[in-house]
């Protein structure tokens, strides 16, 4: 069976499948993609806003000590439980999209029998540790570049460079490398995490085992050809997205922050934020659903990059 042939039916499958949609939009919220989405809404504080919460001591000495340290290190402690979390939902949501996308009637052709259930505990608990072992790129790229991307945020503070545009594209101009370090991880997170979830998801005794030179180049393509594509369809989609999300809240900014209205444009203005603050949930929840549409595309097709050329493909085993 040619790629084609494998991709087709399972992207037809997510594509027509609007609770598919749902998962992914779970998923891609609990793997970072609500930062993404919020990201755009957010305001950096300024320079002496941040001084003043973190310290002056802090900020020219880079030390942290006393209650500053007590309070870095709780919020080290929730930051990993709460990344816990999500590697529990990420792999239960994984586990659910996955089993419901080879019951899908465009992709069960694909099948050579009704599969079982993925959710056994077993198999979310590797899962789970496939999700830990695909962060380990991200968490090396992490410990190289805080400290430059530490040094830049400071001297952002202490120095602006250029008080017109905001601290964070100031500071990461300062850190260029360590940051397209860290989007680089990322995608080999992803490659690692859509190779091996799916090798805990596929039976064992239905996956091709061949193991000659030529097969591990062509499977090392694949893969590379697989996180290329799933990128390319992040960015093609997302980026119009976010773009809306930006205009849209910037429309909400100006309708509310703007200067106390006479009486007889009172009703006018009110009608007006309040439109204008409708619109930006939609264009908010809209810019999340095509995330989610994204997520179980890139899902799908790492599914389609590991089918056995046979077509005999299922859940059944463990």
């Known amino acids: 069976m040619s790629a084609t042939a494998?991709?087709?039916p399972v992207l037809t499958a997510v594509l027509g499948d609007p609770g598919a949609w749902l998962l992914g939009a779970a998923g891609f919220m609990v793997r970072g993609g609500?930062?993404?989405?919020?990201l755009p809404i957010w305001t950096a504080p300024s320079p002496v806003g941040i001084a003043l919460v973190i310290g002056p001591r802090i900020v020219n000495t880079e030390r942290l000590d006393g209650p500053a340290l007590s309070a870095a290190l709780l919020g080290l402690a929730a930051i990993a439980l709460l990344a816990a979390g999500a590697l529990l939902a990420a792999a239960w949501l994984e586990a659910m999209a996955y089993e419901r996308l080879v019951r899908d009637p465009e992709a069960e052709a694909l099948s050579s029998r009704q599969p079982g259930s993925v959710r056994r505990p077993r198999r979310l608990v590797r899962l789970f540790v496939v999700q830990l072992v695909a962060l380990v790129p991200v968490l090396l790229a992490v410990l190289n570049g805080a400290g430059p991307i530490a040094a830049s945020v400071r001297n952002e503070i202490l120095l602006p460079s250029d008080l017109a545009r905001p601290l964070v594209l100031r500071a990461a101009q300062?850190?260029?490398e360590p940051l397209l370090l860290l989007a680089l991880s990322i995608v080999a997170a992803e490659g690692i995490n859509g190779l091996?979830?799916?090798?805990v998801l596929m039976p064992a005794g239905r996956a091709d085992r061949r193991t000659t030179p030529a097969h591990l180049l062509r499977g090392m393509g694949g893969a590379i050809?697989?996180?290329a594509l799933g990128w390319l369809v992040t960015a093609v989609v997302l980026s119009p997205a976010i773009g809306a999300v930006v205009v849209a809240w910037g429309h909400v900014r100006v309708a509310w922050l703007s200067g106390a209205p006479s009486v007889a444009e009172a009703a006018g203005t009110e009608l007006a934020a309040i439109g204008a603050m409708l619109l930006f949930v939609v264009v908010w929840v809209g810019a999340l659903l095509l995330g989610g549409v994204v997520s179980a595309v890139r899902g799908a097709l790492w599914t389609a990059r590991l089918l056995p050329e046979d077509g005999g493909w299922t859940?059944?085993?463990d």
Request: a positive charge.
């Open 196 to 199: 091996l979830s799916r090798r």
């Open 225 to 227: 050809a697989a996180s």
């Open 315 to 317: 859940t059944g085993g």
């Open 34 to 38: 609500i930062v993404l989405l919020v």
């Open 174 to 176: 300062g850190a260029i």
């Open 6 to 8: 494998r991709i087709a």
